[in-house]
């Protein structure tokens, strides 16, 4: 990223941060660099534990696995982060000069302690008509990310590792390839052991996939 645009960005970052107070967290992605180390801003890291040169979040893997020329910015929805605060998020997509996505911008406020107020409003207002909540997404850090991408890949299949076959391998580590979980550094290693395969199986696994989709 040019020195002067990540300049604006870091003023801009400082300038929200300090309107909105401590719970206010405001992240720069730099999609150039490798993805354990994308942020080269944070300002109010302890909201979500993380800092400068730390890895990229769950929205930032999407981005860089899809690699979709014209993302549309999400705006105000809510994520969690590994210690349960709850965040209202805004992701915004930055674009180069030659108008491909270059870095992503994200605001994330604490709304944790509004929600207490919120919830001890409605006790007192309520009709006893529920209503319902969406989950949040979560924040995590990137190799938080591949344990819970490899979770979703266990559930997806339907059995533990011990009682999976040739097809439910493939299937849960296809999963992972079209997630992003190999962007991760060393993540082949990680997973290899973790279905008890060799590195060599698993990449092959990967290419038997992508050669049925080809033929198809």
Not at 65 to 72: L, T, V
Not at 109 to 127: C, F, H, N, P, Q
């Amino acid at each position: 990223m040019e020195s002067a645009k990540l300049e604006l960005l870091r003023q801009v970052a400082a300038g929200i941060a300090a309107q909105f107070g401590s719970g206010c967290e405001v992240v720069v992605h730099d999609l150039s660099r490798h993805p354990d180390h994308s942020i080269v801003v944070i300002e109010n890291g302890h909201v979500s534990g993380r800092k400068v040169g730390d890895g990229a979040s769950h929205v930032v893997m999407e981005q860089l696995q899809s690699n979709d020329p014209e993302p549309r910015d999400h705006l105000c929805y809510l994520t969690k982060t590994p210690d349960g605060k709850i965040l209202k998020s805004s992701t915004v997509y930055l674009r180069n000069a030659k108008g491909k996505v270059s870095a992503i911008f994200s605001i994330n406020y604490d709304i944790s302690k509004l929600l207490m107020v919120e919830g001890a409003l409605r006790e007192l207002i309520t009709t006893g008509e529920e209503t319902q909540q969406s989950e949040p997404e979560k924040i995590v850090n990137i190799n938080d990310l591949l344990d819970d991408l490899i979770q979703q890949s266990v559930a997806l299949v339907g059995k533990p590792v011990a009682l999976m076959n040739k097809d439910d391998k493939v299937r849960a580590i296809q999963f992972l390839s079209q997630n992003g979980a190999f962007l991760v550094t060393k993540s082949g290693d990680k997973i290899a052991k973790y279905f008890g395969i060799s590195k060599y199986t698993l990449y092959s696994y990967i290419d038997t996939k992508q050669q049925e989709g080809n033929e198809t």
